[in-house]
T-cell receptor
Framework: DAKTTQPNSMESNEEEPVHLPCNHS???????IHWYRQLPSQGPEYVIH???SNVNNRMASLAIAEDRKSSTLILHRATLRDAAVYYC??????????????FGQGTILTVHP | NAGVTQTPKFRILKIGQSMTLQCTQD?????MYWYRQDPGMGLKLIYY???????DKGEVPNGYNVSRSTTEDFPLRLELAAPSQTSVYFC????????????FGNGTRLTVT
């Protein structure tokens, strides 16, 4: 399975934009890029996903490099409630993974008031 | 709408004891999953199910058993608890494979002493 690499931790100030990077140099053509986040003492929560084009939803934006070997999750205005561990995950839509997710250690985002 | 409900929230077991972690979802999802999360680590898949009566092993199935007699319920059984099974256990569900976002419960924190 293709792997992802994320920084261990990042910090931001409240109401500033946050760019969380993810490298996935071995991504295949049928791998979708998903982002989840996990708030303290809670289960992971789906944030966004995409294949090739940039994606926006109410929570965040996903910017995907043209060669798809990296992507960036963008939180446009960080709030204290965005402090969480963010996971970048590849899911092969054409395989037999049945939606099984491979979670790495993720990026711990700290938001300062 | 309750989503994915896990019980109990906390449990302490002695070595060799058995217990069942309960998971129920009310979204009529076909796919259900059990993950474990050790301190400071990502999630690892234990077992998953693609529908009632169908289960399969994930990455770390040893020491666990599952059953799926209904669409709603996916209990996880620990037969002979060991200290290595001290972890936080998350149940998740999704409507289909691949791209469908997973919906997670809030976890069961299990300590085996």
């Amino acid at each position: 399975d293709a792997k992802t690499t994320q920084p261990n931790s990042m910090e931001s100030n409240e109401e500033e934009p946050v760019h969380l990077p993810c490298n996935h140099s071995t991504i295949s053509g049928t791998d979708y890029i998903h982002w989840y986040r996990q708030l303290p003492s809670q289960g992971p929560e789906y944030v966004i996903h995409g294949l090739t084009s940039n994606v926006n939803n109410r929570m965040a934006s996903l910017a995907i490099a043209e060669d798809r070997k990296s992507s960036t999750l963008i939180l446009h205005r960080a709030t204290l409630r965005d402090a969480a561990v963010y996971y970048c995950i590849l899911i092969n839509a054409g395989g037999t993974s049945y939606g099984k997710l491979t979670f790495g250690q993720g990026t711990i985002l700290t938001v300062h008031p | 709408n309750a989503g994915v409900t896990q019980t109990p929230k906390f449990r302490i077991l002695k070595i060799g004891q058995s217990m069942t972690l309960q998971c129920t979802q009310d979204m009529n999802h076909n796919y259900m999953y059990w993950y474990r999360q050790d301190p400071g680590m990502g999630l690892k898949l234990i077992y998953y199910s693609v529908g009632a009566g169908i289960t399969d092993k994930g990455e770390v199935p040893n020491g666990y058993n599952v059953s799926r007699s209904t669409t709603e319920d996916f209990p996880l059984r620990l037969e002979l608890a060991a200290p290595s099974q001290t972890s936080v256990y998350f149940c998740a569900s999704s409507p289909g494979q691949g791209l469908s976002p997973l919906h997670f419960g809030n976890g069961t924190r299990l300590t085996v002493t």
